[in-house]
């Protein structure tokens, strides 16, 4: 059977477009009461990709949640999608996910078989990753949403934070930019299949390999970019590091037909709303152009991880993930605080 309902038109924002901004998010977290209990190492006060609560001397626990509207129209594609983009913040601490939970909205107009693929897009990346779901919770309203609540494992002494990266650091990232300007541009008939076809394979794409070549190096710091965009992330990372980061943006990878778009003036608003919650930090040298910027500022779903180690073992760790299969480039480094949290140079 044809489903004849476009997910994506039941959507009013995709993927991690829909995220509320990082300064929007902050101002309503202010003044909040958080209870402290020692083994929890990460709470939200940190703003970081999860929480990670104490065991005993050899484990932590690392819980997360991430949900957002379709982003594409093929059910299984977008259940595959929105799980990977859950399961990657256990990744970005460093972790391995082991239990998820369904979160799922379902609107009158999906059909059983739609909503079946949803989730079975979502167990097959769960399986993938070697996590169990292991149940979920399910309701009715406007607009469709899934995603997943994960828990996954790290050793206590093995996390990795967005808040610990060093100067003398090098910063790796492994996928590459522009998700967010070309499902945009998709929305409106302005992007081709097989460019879209890429990015389908990319957003789907598990962070595990990345996640395993990184630990078996001295990471300092690790995220991972999404909704708020590889400024918005670096950021977050340099002002929790008290460090400044310096993008060498002729070295950042991303979709070339995203930068054709953006000097169309193609941008998602959710790129908006991370240039002016990190203007203020950023600092751009001459001759970086106003669409590379937007790039920068583009908002990803699941997209990869931004991790920083000691600039000895950059090139090792690069050689590494190639050969696990994964696209990475060095896209900057970390020197001591300075004026600004990020410079751009060319
Ligand atoms: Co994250
Ligand atoms: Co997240
Ligand atoms: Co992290």
Partial sequence: METEVK????????GCGAKVGAGTLSRLLEGFQSHSDPRLIVGYDKSDDASVYVLDEH???????????PIVDDPFLYGSIAAANALSDVYAMGGEPKLALNILCVTEKMDAHTVQEILRGGYAKAYEAGAIITGGHTIQGAEPIYGLAVSGFVHPKRVLTNSGA??????????????????TA????????TVMQRIYDQMAALN????????????????????????GHSYEMAQ?????????VGTVPFHPEALELAEMGLIPAGAYRNRSFAEAGISVQSGI????????????????????????????CLRALRDAGVTAAAVGYVTE??????????
């Fill in 166 to 183: 060093q100067p003398g650091d090098v910063l790796l990232l492994t996928k590459p930019l522009g998700v967010g300007i070309l499902t």
């Fill in 59 to 69: 484990s932590a626990l690392v819980q997360t949640t991430d949900f957002f509207p």
């Fill in 7 to 14: 997910l994506t038109k039941l959507a009013s924002c995709a």
């Fill in 289 to 316: 152009s106003r669409a590379m910027q937007d790039i920068l500022y583009d908002p990803q779903t699941s997209g990869g991880l931004l991790f920083a180690l000691p600039e000895s073992e950059g090139e090792a």
């Fill in 208 to 231: 595990r390999s990345a996640r395993d070549v990184m630990v078996r190096f001295s990471a300092h710091s690790c995220t991972d970019v999404t909704g708020f965009a590889l400024l």
């Fill in 337 to 346: 605080p300075g004026e600004n949290e990020i410079i751009l140079e060319k």
């Fill in 240 to 248: 929790g590091s008290g460090v400044t980061i310096h993008i060498t």
């Fill in 186 to 193: 998709h929305k409106a008939g302005l992007a081709e299949k």
